[in-house]
């Protein structure tokens, strides 16, 4: 054990020592990297198809000079440029003269949400049409979307939300679970696919997903799990004071971490993947062309692997934003006589 | 000499042995419990991935702020 400090110590010595030499890298250290890892993750105002790009609506309400706002819609940004009042500054189009209140754009994330919207709402809308035509209830489910769409649904119903959520009340939630858990596998699955964009890869989009559960959970909240909120019972008056402020910081932080994990997830995989291409670049512009096609059979097939953990997280992320959105508002949902503390006290006094 | 790319690397590797470290005591516990009782199998594997997924959670909070760094 002290031999094994002694050599580290002695390594870190060593390193510390040779540091000093790498000072004369410090002129290249400005240099452009062949790959744009952010720019790529980022929000585009267009789409991207294996014919080219496709510009994007931009849709501004701002205020111009004269301090009067308006709302503006342009085919692209390349004619929002056009029409003089708008110039690009930096990558970023801004007004001449005034500023912009709410940039309304569609961009390629929202495009690909409203797809994944769309997608599954089509899908309801043609098995419901099935179910109505007698095929999923009178006689057998017929095909391979009413099929798949009653795997997913009873999936929800029995493992998600039933066993988390009052057993009265937890009917009245599984469409939004299962909408939930369609459309983050859809943005997510879709975002595998190339030319397109991960809509999740954007900490707007899981926001916005976890504002959802947020105001779901509030509105299902019972008078007893108000009650914990602010009065926490069972605990000396003093800790009922002090868990005051951590159950309200408790209520914002639950759906924060929800959004947080469903970005990072699907932006680290992303990023993942254009690094690891993007070393074939950085290997040609280093070290010449022979590196790179010796780097590129390594990149590609660990490319591919990362692929098959990307397509397994990205419908694992989606299971366990439903699950944990299920588990909030079972929490939330809690009523009297199902509560522990409770139970306790009413049968053993 | 930039330090913000040495301590974006030791960020992420530090929060990387936190996760690992917590995600294996997490298999550990659940294995050793399905071979204890396998009727229980279901409810296990259940709640593993639950707390596998709040400790990922928290590491990838770590790993974002050290791509920030990193990249900006």
């Given at each position: 054990?002290?031999?094994?400090?002694?050599?580290?110590?002695?390594?870190?010595?060593?390193?510390?020592?040779?540091?000093p030499?790498?000072?004369?890298?410090?002129?290249?250290?400005?240099?452009?990297?062949?790959?744009?890892?952010?720019?790529?993750?980022?929000?585009?105002d267009?789409?991207?198809?294996?014919f080219?790009?496709?510009?994007?609506?931009?849709?501004?309400?701002?205020?111009?000079?004269?301090?009067?706002?308006?709302l503006?819609?342009?085919k692209?940004?390349?004619?929002?440029?056009?029409?003089?009042?708008?110039?690009?500054?930096?990558?970023v189009?801004?007004?001449?003269?005034g500023?912009?209140?709410?940039?309304?754009?569609?961009?390629?994330?929202?495009?690909?949400?409203?797809?994944?919207?769309?997608?599954?709402?089509?899908?309801?809308?043609?098995?419901?049409?099935?179910?109505?035509?007698?095929?999923?209830?009178?006689?057998?489910?017929?095909?391979?979307?009413?099929?798949?769409?009653?795997?997913?649904?009873?999936?929800?119903?029995?493992?998600?939300?039933k066993?988390?959520?009052d057993?009265?009340?937890?009917?009245?939630?599984?469409?939004?679970?299962?909408?939930?858990?369609?459309?983050i596998?859809?943005?997510?699955?879709?975002?595998?696919l190339?030319?397109?964009?991960?809509?999740t890869?954007?900490?707007?989009?899981?926001?916005?997903?976890a504002?959802?559960?947020?105001?779901?959970?509030?509105?299902?909240?019972?008078k007893?799990?108000?009650g914990h909120?602010?009065?926490?019972?069972?605990?000396?008056?003093?800790?009922?004071?002090?868990?005051?402020?951590?159950?309200?910081?408790?209520?914002?932080?639950?759906?924060f971490?929800?959004?947080?994990?469903?970005?990072?997830?699907?932006?680290?995989?992303?990023?993942?993947?254009?690094?690891?291409?993007?070393?074939?670049?950085i290997?040609?512009?280093?070290?010449g062309?022979?590196?790179?096609?010796?780097?590129?059979v390594?990149?590609?097939?660990?490319?591919a692997?990362?692929?098959?953990?990307?397509?397994?997280?990205?419908?694992?992320?989606?299971?366990i934003?439903?699950?944990?959105?299920?588990?909030?508002?079972g929490?939330?949902?809690?009523?009297?006589?199902?509560?522990?503390?409770?139970?306790?006290?009413?049968?053993?006094? | 000499?930039?330090?913000?790319?040495?301590?974006?690397?030791?960020?992420?590797?530090?929060?990387?042995?936190?996760?690992?470290?917590?995600?294996?005591?997490?298999?550990?516990?659940a294995?050793?419990s399905i071979?204890?009782?396998?009727?229980?199998?279901?409810?296990?594997?259940?709640a593993?991935?639950?707390?596998?997924?709040?400790?990922?959670?928290?590491?990838?909070?770590?790993?974002?702020?050290?791509?920030?760094?990193?990249?900006?």
């Open positions: 054990m002290i031999q094994m400090l002694r050599r580290l110590f002695l390594t870190l010595l060593f390193l510390s020592a040779s540091t030499a790498t000072f004369a890298l410090d002129e290249q250290a400005t240099s452009e990297s062949p790959i744009d890892i952010l720019g790529t993750v980022a929000d585009h267009n789409l991207q198809t294996p080219g790009s496709i510009p994007l609506p931009r849709i501004f309400y701002w205020e111009n000079g004269a301090g009067e706002s308006q503006d819609i342009y692209s940004s390349a004619s929002a440029i056009a029409s003089g009042l708008f110039e690009d500054i930096d990558h189009v801004s007004p001449v003269s500023h912009i209140i709410v940039d309304l754009s569609i961009t390629s994330h929202l495009f690909f949400f409203w797809l994944s919207l769309i997608s599954v709402l089509l899908v309801t809308l043609y098995v419901r049409s099935l179910y109505i035509g007698g095929t999923g209830r009178i006689s057998e489910p017929k095909g391979v979307i009413q099929n798949l769409f009653e795997v997913f649904f009873v999936f929800i119903r029995d493992e998600v939300a066993p988390n959520i057993d009265r009340k937890y009917a009245r939630y599984v469409p939004y679970l299962f909408t939930v858990f369609m459309t596998a859809f943005m997510n699955v879709f975002g595998l190339p030319w397109s964009a991960t809509a890869a954007d900490i707007t989009v899981t926001a916005a997903l504002i959802c559960t947020f105001v779901i959970t509030q509105f299902s909240g019972t007893n799990h108000w909120v602010f009065w926490f019972p069972g605990v000396p008056f003093g800790v009922k004071i002090l868990m005051i402020p951590v159950e309200i910081i408790g209520l914002f932080t639950k759906p971490a929800l959004a947080i994990r469903l970005f990072a997830n699907m932006m680290s995989g992303k990023i993942m993947i254009i690094a690891i291409l993007g070393l074939i670049f290997f040609n512009d280093m070290f062309s022979t590196a790179a096609y010796g780097i590129s390594f990149s590609v097939i660990l490319t692997v990362l692929y098959i953990l990307k397509l397994f997280v990205s419908l694992l992320q989606a299971y934003f439903t699950l944990l959105s299920a588990v909030f508002i929490m939330a949902a809690e009523s009297e006589e199902d509560d522990e503390e409770h139970y306790y006290a009413e049968h053993t006094a | 000499m930039e330090y913000v790319y040495l301590a974006a690397g030791f960020g992420a590797g530090i929060v990387a042995i936190g996760a690992a470290l917590g995600i294996g005591m997490i298999g550990k516990a294995t050793e071979a204890r009782q396998p009727e229980a199998a279901g409810d296990i594997r259940g593993m991935i639950l707390t596998s997924a709040f400790i990922e959670g928290v590491a990838l909070f770590g790993a974002i702020i050290c791509i920030i760094l990193a990249l900006k």
